[in-house]
Structures are given as C-alpha cells and as structure tokens.
Nanobody, 125 residues
Framework: QVQLAESGGGSVQAGGSLRLSCAASGHPGSRNCMGWVRQAPGKEREVVAAMYTPGGYTYYVDSVKGRFTISQDNPKNTVFLQMNSLQPEDTAMYYC??????????????????WGQGTQVTVSS
C-alpha cells in the first residue's frame, strides 16, 4: 500500500520560493514514477513535474521549466519540489502522486494511481 504525505506549502509573495516535500511509504517498485499535480480553483488538474525514480527521466510542464525542480532523497523515501520565482498563477493545491510504469518515459502526463492529501500554495502579487 503506497501512502504519500505532503508538506511545505504556504503563502509567499511573487518572486519567492517554497519547497514541497512528499514522504512516501510502500514498496519502491509500486511507486517508480513520482510527481506533483496541481489544481487551481476552476481549472483542470495539471501535472507540474514528475520523475522516474530509478533515474533517467524527468518531466516539467512548460510553465514551470527553469523555475521548479523535482528531486528525491532515496534513503528517506522523499520527493521534493523546489519552486522558485513563484508567480500568482502558481497558486493551487499541490498533490504528490505516484504510480508504477514500465518505462521511464511513461512517467509524466498520466493518470496517477496514488495521491496524497495535498498542500496549498498561495502566491500573492
């Protein structure tokens, strides 16, 4: 059973930074693709970033490239999303997600099996 627990959300001014953390449990093979999905009020869910945890593939939506970085700390089973140069349009609920994929390039925009409870990010102008 994969469980995901996010932390690190909050409120910042435009141009600021936040780092989200996702503590994962369950067999690593059940979550070899991990990422972050966000949903703003009135908007569709959007895969922001994802990574194939064995290595070799990461995905970013165009709007966050160069500003957000996804990374992992394997011994601690934790995935991070470092968010820099935050803008009001980044305001959303951010969910940690996980799934099992056969190939690294399957990780990215997909329907994820496992979801955390979400953490709110609010960016003011």
């Amino acid at each position: 059973q994969v469980q995901l627990a996010e932390s690190g959300g909050g409120s910042v001014q435009a141009g600021g930074s936040l780092r989200l953390s996702c503590a994962a449990s369950g067999h690593p093979g059940s979550r070899n693709c991990m990422g972050w999905v966000r949903q703003a009020p009135g908007k569709e869910r959007e895969v922001v970033a994802a990574m194939y945890t064995p290595g070799g593939y990461t995905y970013y939506v165009d709007s966050v490239k160069g500003r957000f970085t996804i990374s992992q700390d394997n011994p601690k089973n934790t995935v991070f999303l470092q968010m820099n140069s935050l803008q009001p349009e980044d305001t959303a609920m951010y969910y940690c997600v996980a799934d099992t994929v056969a190939f690294g390039w399957h990780c990215g925009v997909r329907t994820y099996k496992h979801w955390g409870q979400g953490t709110q990010v609010t960016v003011s102008s």
